[in-house]
């Protein structure tokens, strides 16, 4: 099992361009997450999908929008990219959304100039 | 105040030694915790859970104490290979919700010979 993979693994966009962040889980996990990690911050959740069709908001969702895919894939999509949003980008999954353990994929290091 | 708060470190310790990190959480309603290992450049990783009565996995040994509300991680003979960043994590949510987990920024430890 290749557990949680992202794609990119690194980007670079300039102001303004649009791109989607890739995510996929083999685990048949119902719930899944996205987090950005900035120095000095800790990991912030952006969005997430407790089971597939539904998603909400997490504690930084502005410049962001999700989709839920099927129950493998969940890509977080950034309308028209800012400075700000330069950051690495962590998908996540879980059994059940009231289940805590969390796993991880490799990350996305997005550069945006 | 942060919700979860770490001393940033870096903690420099020899091989062989015990090291002990404190974490501090302010949601009172929060249920659970862990601890999360990062390697550099690395997706964060469960370490372990940490339990009210404290528990211990191996070298490792977690307290949680609820009336100060704060968190500890104790390692014990300490390896080259322990050098990471430990996050503290916790969740605040209701039992039975989606779990939105709150990450400290991490404890930065490095073992040396």
């Known amino acids: 099992n290749a557990g949680v993979t992202q794609t990119p693994k690194f980007q670079v966009l300039k102001t303004g361009q649009s791109m989607t962040l890739q995510c996929a889980q083999d685990?048949?996990?119902?719930?899944m997450y996205w987090y950005r990690q900035d120095p000095g911050m800790g990991l912030r959740l952006i969005y997430y999908s407790a089971s597939e069709g539904t998603t909400d908001k997490g504690e930084v969702p502005n410049g962001y929008n999700v989709s839920r895919l099927n129950k493998r894939e969940f890509s977080l999509r950034l309308e028209s990219a800012a400075p700000s949003q330069t950051s690495v980008y962590f998908c996540?999954?879980?059994?059940?959304?009231?289940?805590?353990?969390?796993?991880f994929g490799p990350g996305t290091r997005l550069l945006v100039l | 105040r942060k919700e979860v708060e770490q001393d940033p470190g870096p903690f420099n310790v020899p091989e062989g030694a015990t090291v002990a990190f404190n974490c501090t959480y302010s949601?009172?309603?929060?249920?659970?915790f862990f601890w999360y290992r990062q390697d550099c450049r690395k997706e964060p990783k469960l370490l372990m859970s940490?339990?009210?009565s404290g528990n211990e996995d191996g070298r490792f040994t977690a307290q949680l104490n609820r009336a100060s509300q704060y968190i500890s991680l104790l390692i014990r003979d300490s390896k080259l290979s322990d050098s990471a960043t430990y996050l503290c994590v916790v969740n605040p949510s209701d039992p039975g919700t989606a779990s939105k987990l709150t990450f400290g920024t991490g404890t930065r430890l490095q073992v040396t010979l």
């Open positions: 940490v339990y009210s």
């Open positions: 949601n009172s309603a929060s249920q659970s």
């Open positions: 996540a999954s879980s059994l059940r959304a009231t289940q805590e353990t969390q796993y």
């Open positions: 685990m048949n996990h119902n719930s």
